[in-house]
């Protein structure tokens, strides 16, 4: 009997140990997560890996064996996706943070971007610094004062920042042949969607796609007629060579690098016009690369935050803690 017992147990043995190790195995894979992990290693580009790119989970098995297996192949190499570099103009303001944080939350679910934040500012402050070290995203961060003399309503804002973020991508590139990346201009308080970051990447020169509640109007957009843009519809100085909002259009690297004198200029320019003035440096009506389906889809918005009510902030600190805002 009990020699019969001792058989059964060392035929079920190895039967035993393959389904304790398949138990095993199972638990110790990690669950995906639900969206890129929020704090990795921020400052340098690439550091941190590739992110997931923003397409759809693929569909098919979920359980059994098979798809195990098939997890623990090499995934294919993908091709190198071109760097966005999204340039943001900022300035030190109550609301600022906020925008900051509305921004990174977009940019966090972008993969491959690398953000270049501008302070308008004599120094980088505490503040954006803070902010940048835990944001989660590749990054650099400049800064440069607006002269004072150009602080006036109805002059263009932020030239020098962005002029500013141009140098810093033409000195980093200037000796190494250009990686695929496309240059966009991100306005810290504009609305985005992540459908706009899909469009943009396969910018070849100069790409070009409606923006929202802009020029007083619900959206402006370049008219487009068998793939080529032709016109604008703008309610505001259609006579533009370029009728179009800083957050319409993307550029290559590409060409931001063959066009190193192309920056943005405050002898002559007035506000509204200094995208026109930009874009007549480096391309032409007829070169523009029509996205977002034909211009007919907003996939920007250039929402404006509204002035923050601070009647009631007392004169002194009266709080017993200090807190940034
Ligand atoms: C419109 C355009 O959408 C801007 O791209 C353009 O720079 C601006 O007009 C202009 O007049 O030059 P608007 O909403 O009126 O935009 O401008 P803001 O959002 O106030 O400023 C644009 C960017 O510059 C923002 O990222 C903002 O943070 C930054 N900024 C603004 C500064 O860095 N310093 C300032 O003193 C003001
Ligand atoms: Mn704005």
């Known amino acids: 009997m009990k020699s019969v017992l001792f058989s059964r147990f060392f035929i079920l043995l190895p039967w035993i140990l393959i389904v304790i190790i398949m138990l095993d195995v199972d638990t110790r894979r990690p669950a995906p997560p639900l969206t890129p992990r929020p704090y990795f290693s921020p400052y340098a580009a690439g550091r941190g890996g590739p992110r997931l790119p923003l397409r759809s989970r693929r569909a098919g098995p979920v359980r059994g064996v098979e798809k195990r297996n098939e997890s623990r192949q090499q995934p294919p190499p993908q091709p190198q996706l071109p760097t966005i570099y999204a340039i943001t103009p900022t300035y030190s303001r109550p609301v600022q943070k906020a925008e900051l944080t509305r921004l990174a939350n977009t940019f966090r679910q972008v993969a491959q971007l690398h953000w270049i934040l501008v302070e308008d500012a004599a120094a980088r402050s505490e503040l954006v610094s803070r902010f ?3 944001a989660g995203l590749p990054s650099t961060h400049l800064h440069v004062p607006t002269p004072r003399r150009y602080k006036r309503p109805g002059l263009p804002r932020a030239t020098e920042q962005r002029n500013a973020g141009l140098a810093w991508l033409r000195q980093r590139h200037q000796h190494q042949r250009a990686q695929p990346g496309v240059l966009f201009f991100a306005d810290d308080d504009n609305t985005y969607s992540l459908e706009l970051f899909q469009e943009m990447r396969t910018t070849r020169k100069v790409s070009v796609w409606p923006v929202g509640l802009v020029g007083g109007r619900r959206y402006e957009r370049p008219l487009v007629e068998n793939g080529k843009v032709v016109g604008w519809y703008t309610g505001w100085r259609a006579d533009r060579p ?12 590409q060409v931001i690098l063959s066009n190193p004198k192309a920056v943005f200029k405050r002898r002559g320019s007035q506000p509204g016009m200094q995208e026109s003035d930009f874009l007549k440096q480096i391309t032409t009506v007829e070169e523009l690369e029509p996205k977002a389906n034909n211009c007919t889809k907003v996939l920007v918005w250039h ?18 803690v200090k807190i940034e805002v």
């Open 242 to 253: 370029f009728a179009i909002d800083m957050a319409g259009f993307a550029v290559s690297l």
């Open 132 to 134: 940048l070290a835990r």
């Open 303 to 320: 929402t404006r935050t509204e002035k923050v009510n601070l009647a009631n902030e007392p004169k002194y600190h009266l709080d017993t």
